[in-house]
């Protein structure tokens, strides 16, 4: 039967940016960024998102600043901002008419004004792969003495963003052991491609590989296209709503493998805070409905809680659940859902 480890593509993915050095930025650091307090700190902007503004200095390294502490931004190079309304604009960054306002100023055309609450994400054209990586590691391990059953979860995510466009590489695994009883795993790497269009809109692409055999396949490779719209967009809170179709290909514990299209819908809320300590909250719904064999559903549930520590280091809980109507190998379950608390570091 076919077995791949799905956090190996992470794990070189993980080392390669762990064990290449970044080249010296040469250009003077010369963006400003006032804060409510008065303080005025000169660097070199990286990025608004997520409500925090990615900020590099000399003397005190990379800061990430609360956007709500904001209230102006001076920079020179080339950014491109979204604002909460849906618009997108290109620019270099200068303070608006009044307190609490940021002008977009392109290189030919009229000057845009926005009142800072509205700006939801900022990029820096042109910087460099190493500034717009982030991940995370989590690793649990669970152990009841009474029935001698051992759970490993593990999981990691990669994210590259540049301007317009979102690059995903997710992976988790999940190994359930115990005396007298058949090892049961549950595995998953997914890529994911998403480009952000101006009025909330976005275009999306990913490719999957499965394996569930609680759900009765040994593999499922699959691709999917589509499009969404945010329903909520700001600095700390993204809805977004998303219809495609899938193509899979699944391989049963038993039998010959077969081919499947099925029509997508997809539901993801992500909601985060930067106040110490930082949380995150994840959760997505998929449903598929398959087109080539009529009255066959699927569904799938993942919501996941980080919540810092230490600097870089937190504990996060998931909770999943998985369900087929009709799966491919004959009495296997419909239903496969567990959960994990584990120990994880971000960078």
């Known amino acids: 039967m076919a077995r791949f480890p799905p956090l190996l ?27 409510r307090s008065g303080d005025r700190i000169t660097g070199e902007i990286t990025e608004l998102d997520r409500g925090r503004l990615t900020f590099k200095t000399d003397d005190m390294g990379t800061l990430a600043i609360e956007w709500d502490k904001v ?4 920079a020179s ?14 620019g270099a960054l200068r303070p608006g008419p009044r307190d609490g306002e940021l002008m977009v100023v392109p290189v030919t055309g009229a000057e845009t004004v926005l009142p800072l609450w ?9 910087a460099t792969l190493w500034k717009r990586l982030e991940g995370s590691v989590d690793a649990g391990v669970t152990y009841a003495s009474s029935s001698e059953l051992l759970t490993l979860d593990l999981a990691a995510r990669v994210v590259l963003n540049r301007p317009g466009h979102e690059l995903t ?33 976005a275009e999306f692409a990913q490719a999957q590989a499965e394996q569930n055999k609680e759900l009765g396949f040994d593999l499922r490779g699959s691709v999917t296209g589509g499009a969404g719209r945010y329903l909520l967009q700001g600095r700390r809170h993204d809805i977004l709503v998303a219809l495609g179709l899938r193509a899979n290909r699944e391989k049963p514990l038993e039998g010959e493998s077969t081919n499947n299209l099925e029509a997508a819908l997809g539901f993801s809320f992500d909601r985060f805070r930067y106040d110490f300590p930082k949380v995150d909250v994840y959760a997505t719904v998929s449903g598929f409905a398959s087109l080539t064999d009529w009255g066959r559903v699927r569904a799938e549930l993942d919501v996941r809680l980080r919540r810092e520590i230490l600097r870089d280091f937190t504990v996060s809980l998931r909770v999943y659940e998985s369900y087929d ?21 971000t960078f």
């Open 169 to 201: 590489l997710d992976g988790s695994s999940t190994i359930t052991r115990q005396p007298d009883a058949d090892e049961t795993q549950r595995n998953d790497v997914t890529f994911n491609y998403r480009r952000r269009r101006p009025g909330h809109w």
């Open 77 to 90: 190079a080339t950014f491109e901002v979204h604002e909460l309304h849906g618009g997108q604009y290109f």
């Open 9 to 35: 593509v992470l794990a070189v993915a993980l080392a390669a940016t762990g064990g290449l050095t970044a080249p010296a930025w040469a250009a003077a650091k010369t963006d400003v960024v006032v804060l």
């Open 118 to 126: 509205r700006v939801v994400k900022i990029e820096r054209l042109g």
């Open 325 to 345: 109507s009709r799966p491919i190998t004959e009495g296997a379950a419909r239903n496969d859902y567990g959960g994990s608390f584990g120990l994880g570091w």
């Open 71 to 74: 209230t102006s931004v001076t």
